[in-house]
T-cell receptor, first 113, second 114 residues
């Protein structure tokens, strides 16, 4: 596609529910990143893929967070047993190669009630 | 470790006035530096980037930034503000050897008064 596509754009989850957020990167982009942006804050790194390999997951806040990119294209960020503190905008970004410019999707706004 | 500090969480200027958004970085190696803009309910759009070539970097919409190693700064400027420039601006540093993941500052909200 022309840009990074994320779905859904908005998600309301009840506390304790599992959610899955999808990211479609720009075709051919090797690198894929997930960031979490709390209200009024800058984005914070969650995890990084190079093709299908998850090379860095140091930013995942707990073992309730899991990300995958099985075929080196689409990625899914899964959050199990959601908590209120998980409420944030989740941004996906892709780049053609490591350290090239990252292009961001519009984000998924997750609200846990 | 790399980090970014943006001075001023909110900046207000009049339409036609100079825009100056401040960013200081910390990095033990030559950094790659970026400015992104975020409009409400949107993702981040790249304005410009510095990758160790020219120290004065020109970006989209007449924005530019100057890399000053001695001051560890990468301030964003625009000669004349437009109403459409009102948005949140983020400075970021790319982490070497970690695929280019970005470390962001806290952001500066720019308001433009008519």
């Amino acid at each position: 596609g022309a840009g990074v596509s994320q779905s859904p754009r908005y998600k309301v989850a009840k506390r304790g529910q599992d959610v899955a957020l999808r990211c479609d990167p720009i075709s051919g982009h090797v690198s894929l990143f997930w960031y979490q942006q709390a209200l009024g804050q800058g984005p914070e790194f969650l995890t990084y893929f190079q093709n299908e390999a998850q090379l860095d997951k140091s930013g995942l806040p707990s073992d309730r967070f899991f990300a995958e990119r099985p075929e080196g294209s689409v990625s899914t960020l899964k959050i199990q047993r959601t908590q209120q503190e998980d409420s944030a905008v989740y941004l996906c970004a892709s780049s053609l190669a490591p350290r090239q410019s990252s292009f961001f999707g519009q984000g998924t706004r997750l609200t846990v009630v | 470790a790399q980090s970014v500090t943006q001075l001023g969480s909110h900046v207000s200027v009049s339409e036609g006035a100079l825009v100056l958004l401040r960013c200081n970085y910390s990095s033990s190696v030559p950094p790659y530096l970026f400015w992104y803009v975020q409009y409400p309910n949107q993702g981040l759009q790249l304005l410009l980037k510095y990758t160790s070539a020219a120290t004065l970097v020109k970006g989209i919409n007449d924005f530019e930034a100057e890399f000053k190693k001695s001051e560890t700064s990468f301030h964003l400027t625009k000669p004349s503000a437009h109403m459409s420039d009102a948005a949140e601006y983020f400075c970021a540093v790319s982490v070497e050897n970690q695929g280019g993941k970005l470390i962001f500052g806290q952001g500066t909200e720019l308001s433009v008064k008519p």
